[in-house]
């Protein structure tokens, strides 16, 4: 049995006894890892601890993803294996958040019996609090192992985010969800029924958070959100007489967030994923020219390079009205680059389709694009469409559109050769010690020699070599930047 009541227990730890442990196990996009940093911080201030391993841990928690089977079937197989470790220590807690927990609820409990919770995409501030109920109930004889169980699933709740007190360990970079849900219905998406409606969050929130963030020493701040150039579309329409924004009938819209985020000390880049043609507007991109700030790289993604396709996936756009939306960005921002997410084999493609998608790819230029099979999913409209694109054909068709990308990437990249380009290093190369890894205003991937002392600064690199993924490069000379580089090599 579940329930959907709320408890406000707070975990109280006795004094100089071990903090419990807990480990968050994270899959799917950068809203679960985001959502994922929410739920560590909420169980520190409870008294707990975080370790990466589930073997340590008191309470493990599984954010889960439905976007594709895959991601599913690889959180079954996790939580399968905790089956006899739980049997071994039957006080740990095993717990499902995220958007495949707000989608399959009960079938949790019958698939895997040793799952003591679920918390949906809305109610997982309230973890803390469930790992308490799950105990409580265990504490009572005359409950049933069915009875022990708690879900909390509602998707009419708000996700408040304090997060006064929390220490902040996860670096230089940051997500920051500026809002959840989606508005949109595309035919394959299981989003909107496992996210919600659109909940933005208001500016004054986003920029506390953002200081918070800089004051520990982020950098580097990415905004989420499902269609996050649709931020504010929620909002009310001010008043005759009130303030107005740059959204849409004057709301306060994505352009004066960035503006407001460009005002925070210590910030040295924003960015932003993943956005939708339909909100792609002059406002945005005039916002994101005056502010220094913010990259000047988008991820716009088509899907498709066929009308009937697009149609077929219900993305409000075709072809030429996305070309009209990447123009517009593309007469105030002339040197925006552009990514792309695209599916092959969705329901009635075609060969023509398919050709369709490379022409785009190539016609558009962009300079990263993620490819995918298309994979039905439950819950979503296009599961009652036949899913009549054989796989040994999706396969050829990724194959061939992996090669017009990379092709398309690689003749993009040689026309930024020998420039000299502003770089943040982000992190050390895992493959040599010696190398960093960082990304230009406009996106681009660049590797270059250095020390860890130069990790966190932005730095002026001139691009020698490239390949369809990414530039080598080095250190402008007579910088201040080489100075320090050389200076902190020396000996080495």
């Not at 303030?243 to 925070?264: C, F, H, I, N, S």
């Not at 380009?421 to 960093?436: G, K, M, T, Y």
Request: proline content about 4%; overall charge neutral; some cysteine.
């Amino acid at each position: 049995m579940t329930t959907t009541r709320h408890t406000s227990e707070s975990q109280n730890i006795p004094a100089g006894a071990a903090a419990p442990q807990l480990c968050v196990v994270t899959f799917g996009c950068q809203m679960n890892k985001y959502d994922s940093s929410l739920v560590e911080g909420r169980f520190r201030k409870s008294g707990y601890g975080t370790t990466s391993s589930v073997e340590d841990a008191d309470v493990v928690i599984f954010n889960t993803c439905s976007v594709r089977d895959h991601a599913e079937e690889r959180t079954w197989s996790w939580v399968g294996e905790l089956k006899q470790l739980k049997k071994r220590r039957p006080d740990m807690v095993i717990g499902l958040m995220g958007c495949m927990a707000q989608r399959v609820e009960e079938e949790a409990f019958k698939r895997a019996a040793h799952i003591d919770l679920v918390a949906g995409t809305r109610q997982f501030q309230h973890l803390p609090q469930m790992v308490e109920e799950v105990r409580s109930r265990r504490a009572d004889s005359s409950l049933s192992r069915s009875d022990e169980r708690v879900a909390f699933t509602d998707m009419a709740a708000e996700v408040p985010v304090d997060r006064t007190g929390e220490i902040w360990t996860g670096g230089r970079q940051a997500f920051l969800a500026v809002m959840r849900g989606c508005a949109l219905s595309c035919t394959y998406c299981v989003v909107p029924m496992t996210r919600g409606g659109v909940q933005s969050r208001s500016i004054p929130q986003l920029v506390q958070e953002a200081r918070w963030h800089a004051d520990q020493g982020v950098k580097v701040l990415t905004l989420l959100g499902q269609t996050v150039n649709s931020y504010g579309e929620d909002f009310s329409v001010p008043l005759e007489g009130q303030p107005r924004g740059t959204g849409r009938q004057g709301r306060e819209g994505l352009g004066d967030l960035l503006r407001a985020l460009q005002e925070v000390p210590g910030l040295e880049r924003i960015r932003m994923i993943t956005l939708h043609p339909s909100y792609a507007t002059r406002a945005l991109a005039e916002a994101m020219r005056d502010c220094d700030k913010v990259d000047r790289f988008l991820p716009l993604p088509a899907q498709a390079g066929s009308d009937p396709v697009l149609k077929r996936m219900k993305r409000a756009y075709n072809l030429d009205l996305y070309r009209k939306r990447a123009d517009t960005l593309r007469s105030v921002l002339p040197d925006l680059e552009l990514g792309s997410d695209w599916i092959v084999g969705f329901s009635g493609e075609t060969e023509e389709d398919f050709v369709g998608s490379q022409r785009f790819l190539e016609e558009q230029q962009f300079i990263v694009n993620y490819i995918f099979k298309y994979d039905e999913r439950p819950l979503t409209k296009a599961a009652g469409f036949p899913d009549d694109v054989p796989e040994a054909i999706k396969k050829e068709r990724h194959q061939r559109l992996m090669e017009t990308s990379e092709r398309v990437q690689r003749a993009r990249f040689e026309q930024w050769c020998g420039r000299t380009e502003q770089v943040f290093l982000e992190a050390v190369s895992p493959r040599d010690a010696n190398i960093l890894q960082g990304r230009s205003v406009h996106g681009l991937s660049v590797s270059i020699a250095g020390g860890e002392e130069l990790l966190g600064t932005k730095v002026p690199v001139i691009l020698d070599e490239c390949t369809a993924y990414g530039f080598s490069g080095r250190l402008a000379r007579g910088t201040a930047s080489e100075d320090l580089a050389c200076n902190g090599t020396e000996g080495k």
